[in-house]
Structures are given as structure tokens and as C-alpha cells.
């Protein structure tokens, strides 16, 4: 198939011979001519060659420097030791070598210190030879060291802890930050042992307390459900007895086919922002227990003040003591309203669960705060008989807490609906008012503690901002939910549900539901 175009081929040097680049005593002019070949690799960008059977270029394209760019024809039928001679013990030529033995396609990448590049290169067994594409990939690869190279000084520069986890869980990637939460002296050391090994020195809760199982992982649960997972966990080194609050997020990486090859895990630590909530706590508490106190003693000063001023029927200052009255109710409502919220922070709220007839609850609230408004009509639409196990008390304080609000936001309309619909499994109660409404980028916020509406007209309303905080935690209490539908100057729909089975004190107990 191949021609002999050169009778210098019959003296070619065996596979595995050091190519000679002069076998006989060469003139200066040939001497120039060989070493300007050699050189070729120098200025190449990319080439494209064909090989014959003696390894000898049979056809070629290239883009080069200015110098080379019209050099084609003194190219073809030199061997490609001649015009690359710093190829004789590369992998590039090994590849090649093996190839016409196993006959299969090779590719790969090396760098040449003598050119001071990086080569990419592919070769294709054909018809004609070896077909094989060599590039210059000293840019590519310089940029992607250069890259590498930031990424990690910003990942191994950030306070937030940082894991990457392969399908079996072993950390395959760590920063500085994770190296230190995880009680290990370097990342290498983080990377060469177990990371259950590693967990298992610390005991990880739950932010009431309970210690997480490990199905409750974020990292476990991104890798099973192939979705991001988050938690607000507490780590308690069991060596040392330190606490470290943080949220872990949690990211699958998915192949193409969507099929999760790795998890990356941030650790975010707020255990400052733990501490200073932890003491704000302690300061209502105990600022609430103080104000029990002088709240008594001023509830039975009114009381022995009344009995006198009916003995003398002094009738104004009866009225005064009236209004004396309502305002120390509405001082033991919010200390009441305080101390409840620090017994849900600390998780010492205790449940009364009995069963109740929760139609009649709402019709109690209904009606009660019927006839304290004159302003709105409210509208109660609730089937009879449905009874509720759970405790009534905080049942009665999210519905009034509820309607209170649907009252208060919505000064220019005139009625408020409260509809409730059941299921087999739930038992849902909306309150629809029309009035303010809420504005989207206060609506993920609303139940949060303190949360106060940002724009003005919001704030002429009273009020502490724990009052639907406390009935999003009254309704977890009863392995409920709470949610909230809502746009600005169209009114708002409050709903919450409780289940028709409830898990109280490890037995399980059922609603009836008409």
C-alpha cells in the first residue's frame, strides 16, 4: 500500500530505537536544514499528520507561527522523530506504537519541558496510516490550573465548612474550616479516615434538643432523594464538651442522566447568633417572671379600691378603675404571651390533649369576638360535630389570634370569613379577610419570632410580632401546619390544618370527623 518515495527509509531505526537525527556525517546547509525541523514543535499550534507504515509523514496540516507557516512541503516524508525528536520516549509515540498492534484509537495529554507546552493529541488508526492530531493545550491547561487554583484558595479561605462526599461517603474533598469542626488536625488527616469514624465522636441534635438520627443527615438525605437538603444542627464534641451551632445545607451532583455522583455539604456556623438568642431568652424570662409579681399586687390593690368606691358609690372613679383594670388584662395578656414563647424556645410547653368539639370552639371565638366589633360581620362556615383531640386552650388561642388579626388588617372592609373543610386525614380552617393584605417579600417571614411588617402603614398596628410565631408552634405541637396565601391590597386567607390522627404520649389517637 505504501510506496518507497525515499530510499533513506530502508535504514529507519527499530520501534524501539533512539531515532537518529543524522545517521551519516551531515553538511553545515543539511545540518541547518535538520535542526530547523527539530525545532517545528517550537511554534506548532495544532497539527494534523498522517503516518505511514515507517512512521514517516505521508500527508500534514498545521497551524504554526509566521516562521513555519509556509514549511508544509519540507515536512512531507520526514519521519516524525525528525520533526519531533523530543517524541522518541513519549507517551504520545508509545501509544503510537502500540497501536498498530491492538489497532484501537489513543488519546491523552503531556508536557514537554523542551517546548515548555502541554500536548494534546489523538490518534485514529486508517487506511492510509495512522492518523494523528496533535494540539497545543498549554493555554487551556494553564487557565484551568489558574482556575483550580483560585477556586481552591477561596474554598480553603472561607469560614464555612465545606465536604464533598462520594456515593459511599467517604470525603473526598475538605477545607480548612471542616478539617477544624470535625476535631482533625489537617484536611489530610479529614481525608485518610472514616468520616462515620469522624461522627461519631460528636453527638448532632436537632434545635429542640433530640439527636439526629443519621436518615436525618442533609448529606444522607441529598444523596438518597437527589435533592437539596438543609438542617439547623448543634454539634457537641464529645472530647472536649464544645457546642457548635450551624445550618448544613446539602447539594447533590448529578450526571447528565441524573444519576448523583457526589454531595457537597456547607456547614454555616451561627453558634454566635445561638448565643446571643439563647440570652435574649434567658432576659424575657426572666423580665417576664418580674412583671408577674407587681401585676398581682396591682390586680389586688384594684380589687380592695373597687370595694371601697362602691361602698361610697363614687361612680367616676369606678369608671377609672375600669379602664385601670382593662389595661393591666392587656399588660398579663402579653407577659402571658412572653412567658409562653420562652417556654416554646426552651421546649417545656406541655400539651393538655383531651378530645373537644372543635365546631364549637370556633363558634365560641366567633361569637365572642362578634360582639366585640361592630365594624365587620363575621362569617362562620363549619359543619357540626367535629371533634378534635388536643389541647383546647391552644387550640382556642390560634383561632382567636386568627380572627383578631383578620379583623384588625383589614380597618376598611366589613366581614371575615371563616371556612372549614375535612378529609379522611385532615381537618383545614381558613380565615379570609379584605383588607391590607401582605406584601411577597414579607410573606416568607410572617411566622417568624418579632417579625414586624416593613412598611409604614404596618407599623401603625400594634402588637409584638409573636403572635402567629406562636400559632405556627401550637400547631407543630399538634403535628400540624400553618400557611398563609396573600397580596398587597388584596386581603389575605390564613389557613391552618390538623391531622385526623394524632400522636400523643406513643399511642395514637383519632378525630371524628363527620
Known amino acids: 500500500m505504501f510506496s518507497d518515495q525515499n530510499s533513506d527509509y530502508n535504514n529507519l531505526p527499530a520501534d524501539n530505537a533512539e531515532y537518529p537525527i543524522q545517521q551519516e556525517h551531515p553538511t553545515p546547509v543539511e545540518n541547518e536544514a535538520r535542526q530547523s525541523l527539530s525545532t517545528f514543535g517550537n511554534y506548532m499550534k495544532y497539527a494534523f499528520l498522517i503516518l505511514d507504515e515507517r512512521r514517516c509523514i505521508t500527508s500534514i496540516y498545521y497551524t504554526a507561527e509566521s516562521s513555519w507557516r509556509e514549511k508544509r512541503e519540507e515536512l512531507i516524508g520526514k519521519h516524525i522523530l525528525a520533526v519531533f525528536p523530543e517524541m522518541a520516549n513519549s507517551e504520545i509515540y508509545q501509544h503510537y506504537l502500540s497501536m498498530k498492534e491492538i489497532d484501537v484509537p489513543f488519546e491523552g495529554e503531556e508536557y514537554y519541558h523542551t517546548w515548555k507546552k502541554w500536548i494534546k493529541f489523538h490518534g485514529y488508526p486508517s487506511e492510509d496510516g495512522v492518523c494523528l492530531f496533535l494540539q497545543d493545550a498549554t493555554l487551556i491547561k494553564d487557565n484551568w490550573y489558574l482556575a483550580k487554583n483560585q477556586l481552591e484558595a477561596i474554598l480553603q479561605g472561607v469560614a464555612d465548612s465545606i465536604l464533598i462526599l462520594d456515593t459511599a461517603g467517604k470525603v473526598i474533598y475538605a477545607n480548612k474550616a471542616a478539617a477544624q469542626l470535625m476535631d482533625c ?32 443527615y442533609p448529606g444522607y438525605r441529598a444523596l438518597l ?30 450526571r447528565e442522566q441524573g444519576k448523583v455522583t457526589q454531595v457537597v455539604s456547607i456547614f454555616h456556623d451561627i453558634t454566635e447568633f445561638k448565643d446571643l438568642e439563647e440570652r435574649k431568652d434567658a432576659f424575657i424570662r426572666r423580665a417576664s417572671h418580674e412583671l408577674r409579681t407587681p401585676l398581682t399586687s396591682l390586680g389586688v390593690l384594684t380589687q380592695i379600691m373597687r370595694k371601697q368606691c362602691m361602698a361610697r358609690q363614687d361612680k367616676q372613679l369606678l369608671l377609672l378603675l375600669d379602664r ?24 417545656t410547653v406541655i400539651l393538655h390533649m383531651e378530645t373537644f368539639d372543635f365546631s364549637a370552639i370556633l363558634h365560641e371565638i366567633v361569637d365572642t369576638l362578634q360582639h366585640a366589633t361592630s365594624t365587620h360581620k363575621l362569617i362562620l362556615e363549619c359543619p357540626p360535630g367535629i371533634s378534635v383531640i388536643g389541647d383546647k386552650r391552644r387550640i382556642r388561642q390560634v383561632g382567636f389570634n386568627l380572627l383578631t388579626n383578620a379583623i384588625k388588617y383589614s380597618r376598611d372592609a366589613n366581614q371575615v370569613i371563616v371556612r372549614v373543610m375535612t378529609t379522611p386525614d385532615w381537618i383545614q380552617v381558613s380565615v379570609q379577610d379584605f383588607g391590607i393584605g401582605i406584601a411577597e417579600y414579607d410573606l416568607p417571614h410572617v411566622f417568624e419570632r418579632f417579625y414586624q411588617m416593613a412598611e409604614p402603614i404596618e407599623k401603625t398596628f400594634p402588637g409584638l410580632g409573636i403572635g402567629l410565631y406562636m400559632c405556627s408552634e401550637i400547631l407543630k ?26 400522636f400523643v404520649e406513643n399511642n395514637y389517637c383519632s378525630t371524628a370527623v363527620p
Open 185 to 216: 488536625e489537617s484536611v489530610e488527616q479529614l481525608l485518610q479516615v472514616s468520616l462515620a469514624d469522624v461522627i461519631s465522636n460528636f453527638v448532632i441534635a436537632d434545635e429542640i434538643g433530640q439527636v439526629l438520627p443519621a436518615s436525618e
Open 225 to 254: 432523594e437527589a435533592k437539596a437538603s438543609q438542617a439547623c444542627v448543634r454539634f457537641v464534641n464529645k472530647r472536649t464538651g464544645e457546642q457548635r451551632w450551624g445550618i448544613v445545607q446539602s447539594l447533590p451532583v448529578m
Open 324 to 347: 385601670i383594670e382593662h389595661q393591666l388584662e392587656r399588660l398579663a395578656y402579653l407577659v402571658d404571651d412572653l412567658l409562653d414563647l420562652s417556654a416554646f424556645q426552651a421546649g
Open 477 to 502: 405541637q399538634h403535628h400540624g401546619y400553618i400557611w398563609v396565601e396573600s397580596k398587597k391590597n388584596q386581603g389575605s386567607t390564613f389557613s391552618f390544618s390538623l391531622p385526623t390522627t394524632i
